[in-house]
Every structure is written in structure tokens, then in C-alpha cells.
């Protein structure tokens, strides 16, 4: 994360209500900051309210009650300013495939008051960023999903907006092109830019953002830094798996100190489990603990938290995308 | 933001909707050929109608019904525009310019000064196309940039009707549905046969279709005839369109964004 750039939150959300036709509530009370400079992943399954929150901090739908400012700007009394300081890729990018890369990023220029010689040098700037220099002169529609992603963040970033959102960015990319993506994101957070993610994918929350929001239902039910989350529903586990079972008894005494072993399992009688906040950091000292107390050990396995865990807890349900890019980063 | 600004807008937004449409043959098919086809039927079929008595006296009965088909390209210019604003906003591009800071006028603006070039482009092609097969224009060159003008402003009414129709149900299948409609217009219109020549049921409808003040206009112009039509008429019913509709189409907007 980048140096914060001012005391005043990027995004400031309060009591906000999103009541559709029907009286269905996509979002539903919510209360969200976001610093500057900070990445925030929103992270919740489809329908959960994450692409009306986007919309409403984009301006591109009303509250039904509630504030929201981004940038400082309430988005409602003062949408202009706030689409002046924002920048946009929405969920499945909405490009015109009838027109070159290029010419879509000069008219976003032109739509932000840039000149023609300005949004010119800005595209070409932007289509080497975004490593489609090559691919500048030809329709949109022959671009692979990874390119149409690539340039639907260029095209948010013509104007060098404060606050940047991206709506489930790589969903439906490939692994190669959801590692770039996500490098280009931090680095563009690196220079500044307040990042607002939404996205379904666990992975990506935790690689990417400093602070993740779970939404369910159109509720905020747990928010914080990836580690705070994780550490809050409980401390790592070590899986100790011994030679002979009978050795179980000295075990257990001999880790004590280390940290809380769970009840002996009748079913697993070679196996003592120990929870530690040290996580793997624990391995050589429970090693070293057991062999002092001449307890022969087959295997030892760490068992940590991860997200998926922490939706389970605060959701009652797991994420459907849960484990689906582990070879992207 | 000033007007020098909305101004880069609405030719930003004007080009890309001019060439776009120049990129998608389903629009070509409607705007381009579609016309002349017309065109040469009705020039090959109903010539004989130039040897009736109330049929007026003119040099030739290609030259007398290109008017009409000038016409159809406005309204089939119009209501294409319109289809690619219902396009825009069923698949999500209409977002990322609302999304933009720029006026809300200046989007409909925008699509209206597409809709305006795509008919100069297609009025110049049907003069062209005429000449080469035998029309003469006695209005002269004068006469030809006249009606350019005017094919281009009631191109741009009929855009703003299209265009408020999309902004108010973004549904471009019922866009593509109304296509039967615009010869509704078309014939309720004088366009290919004298106003005196129309049965009487179309002869009453005429008087209130705009269409007809501006096809006599363009007939008067190219003829260098004003008893075919006044221009001043025919640019009064063109301008009343075009500013009421681009209205209508605004409206529309503001009661679309209303409703977010």
C-alpha cells in the first residue's frame, strides 16, 4: 500500500440502502471507508450487492437512502465531481467491439477534456502501459478477454483518476492474464491510486487488497486487513503425526508450552493437534520439544485460515469461486 | 465545463457513431442500399404515372422521386441511430459515458450530430447515384446543398424521436420492430407521387406529416421549381421536428437517469 495521501476517506459510506422494484434490498444499510491509497476488496458471491454498491459510488445509480462520498464529493448532489475524480471498469467490460483500441481511448480522452493532440499521446501512453501497443489499430472485438480487461483499464485511467473501481476485474480471465492484471493494479496503487475491488474470487482479495469487506445480503458483516480476518477466526492449527500412539501422552505434555492442545480425537490416535498464532513458525520449536521428550514424529502439517474459512463463519456458506485461481499470482 | 469542452464531446461521440456505423453491414443494408432499391422499383414500375393529367410538369420522373428517397434515407438514418443508442444501452456502453463528466445533453447531442453526418453522407451518395442514371437537378448546386441541409435536419428530428425511444425502454429489439413504421411515414408523405395523386384518406394525412412540407421542399429545390414546394416551409417542418424531438429525446434521458 502507498502512503495515504490525505486524512480524508477515499470512500465514505453511511447507512446506505439500495431498494429495488419489489422492495428488494441490495444493499442494505451498509457503512464503509475506504483511506487514500488503499486497496479495498469487497468481496461477496454474485448478488450479494457488490455491483450496486459499485454503481451507486460510480454515480451510476441512487441511493434509496443513506450518503456516499467518494473522493469527498457526495454522489448524489455532486456526481460530476465525483466522475471526474473516478475511474471505471465496470463487470464485463463494455467496450464497442466495432472500434479499435485506439479510437476508444481518444474518445474517453475527449469525454475527460482532453485536446486531440493530448488524448492521442495519453492513449499511446496508456496502450503501452497495458501492453497493447500492437494491438492499438484493430477492433476491439478480435481482443481475447485478458486484452478487452487490459484496455477497460486504460481507459479508466485516461483521466489519472484519485479513485479507481473495478468491478470483478478478472472474472473469466485465465491465470496468465489475471497475474498481469493484478500486477498492474498494484502498481498503479503504488503510484498513488486509491484501488476499489470487488470481486468473488478469495485469492484475489488476499493478493491484492489491504483491507477486504465481506458483503452478504447487502450487509457489511466483517471487514479488516486479510490477516486480522483470518486471525479472528481462530489461530493456525499443526497436525502432528506420530510414530506410535502410545507416545501420544508425552506429546501432549511436551507441547503444552507451545501453545492450546486440542482434545485427543479417539479416531486418530497418532495425531495430537496443536493451535498456535506462531503458525509455521512453530514447526522447528514442536520438533525440537518433541524429540527432547523422545517422541518419534512421522509428519507435521500446517493447517491456517483462509478466507473461504472466515465467509464460512461470518456467512454460513462458502464462496463459489473459493480456490478457483490459486495459479494466478 | 464550458462549451468548448461539450463541443470536443459531441464530435467525439458524433465520430464514433459515424464510423461505427459505417463498420456494421446490417446498417449499411438499411441506410444505403435499401433506399435505391426502393428507388428503382418504383422508378421502373410506376414511371407511367408521369402521363397523368394531375401529375406536374417536370423533367423527369427520377429526378421528381428521388426527393422520396432522400427522405427514406433521413428517416432510415434516424431510426438506425437510434437502434445503436438502444444497442449502447442494452450492452453496457451507454455506462461508460454516463460515467463521464460531461453534460447529459451533450450525450443525446452527441448522437444526433452522428445521425446528421451519416445523412449528409447518404444524400450525397442518392444525388450521385441519381445523376449517374439520368436525373437532372435544374435547382442546381445551391439546390443539392440546400436539401443536403434539410435532409440532414429531419434526419436529426428522426433521430431524436428514435433516440427517445431507446432512452426510454433501452430495448433495441423494439427499436428493430418499429423498422415497418417508417413507411408508414413514408407513404403518408408525398413522396414518390404528387400530393394531388394520393387517395384521399393519405392526401388528409398528409397535411399533418411533417414529412411532406420537407419532400416538396427538396422537390421545389432540386426541380428549381417553388411550385413543387417551398424551402422555407419545408425548413420551418424540419427545424420544428428536429428541435422537438432532440427535446423529447433529452426528456427522455433526464426521466431515464430520474429513475436509476
Known sequence: MSVPQSSAPAVEVRELVREYKGGIRAVDGLDLDVAPGEIYGFLGPNGAGKTTLVRILTTLLRPTSGTARVAGHDVVAHADAVRRSIGVALQEAAIDPLMTGRELLRMQGALHGLRGSAAQERAVSLLERVGLTQAADRRVGGYSGGMRRRLDLALALVHRPNVLFLDEPTTGLDPTSRGALWREVRSLNDEGTTVFLTTQYLEEAEQLADRVGIIAAGRLVAEGTPDVLKARIGEPMLHVELAEADSAGRAREALGGLGKVEPADPGAPTRVVLRTAAGKGAIAPVIRALDEHGVVVESVEVETPTLDDVFAAVTGSHLEGAGAVEAAA | ?260
Open chain 2, 1 to 260: 465545463m464550458n462549451a468548448a469542452r461539450e463541443g470536443r464531446v459531441v464530435l467525439a461521440l458524433g465520430r464514433r457513431s459515424l464510423s461505427v456505423q459505417f463498420r456494421r453491414a446490417q446498417l449499411l443494408m438499411p441506410t444505403f442500399v435499401l433506399p435505391l432499391m426502393l428507388l428503382a422499383v418504383i422508378a421502373s414500375g410506376t414511371s407511367a404515372a408521369q402521363d397523368l393529367r394531375e401529375f406536374p410538369d417536370v423533367a423527369s420522373y427520377l429526378a421528381f422521386i428521388v426527393p422520396g428517397t432522400i427522405i427514406q434515407g433521413a428517416l432510415l438514418a434516424g431510426l438506425t441511430s437510434g437502434a445503436a443508442l438502444a444497442a449502447d444501452i442494452e450492452f453496457g456502453f451507454f455506462d461508460r459515458l454516463l460515467a463521464a463528466p460531461v453534460r447529459r445533453t451533450s450525450l443525446v447531442i452527441g448522437r444526433q450530430a452522428g445521425t446528421l453526418g451519416l445523412s449528409v453522407l447518404q444524400t450525397v451518395f442518392f444525388l450521385l447515384v441519381a445523376l449517374v442514371f439520368g436525373a437532372r437537378f435544374p435547382g442546381g448546386v445551391d439546390a443539392a446543398l440546400a436539401t443536403i441541409v434539410l435532409a440532414g435536419i429531419t434526419a436529426v428530428g428522426l433521430g431524436g424521436i428514435a433516440a427517445a425511444i431507446a432512452l426510454r425502454t433501452g430495448s433495441l429489439a423494439l427499436l428493430q420492430s418499429i423498422f415497418p413504421f417508417v413507411f408508414v411515414l413514408l407513404f403518408t408523405a408525398p413522396a414518390f407521387f404528387p400530393r394531388e395523386l394520393l387517395t384521399p384518406v393519405l392526401r388528409d394525412a398528409a397535411v399533418y406529416n411533417p414529412l411532406t412540407y420537407v419532400v416538396e421542399a427538396v422537390r421545389g429545390l432540386l426541380a428549381g421549381d417553388s411550385a413543387l414546394g417551398d424551402p422555407w416551409v419545408g425548413l420551418a417542418a424540419a427545424l420544428g421536428l428536429a428541435i422537438a424531438t432532440t427535446a423529447l429525446a433529452t426528456f427522455a434521458l433526464a426521466q431515464r437517469l430520474r429513475s436509476l
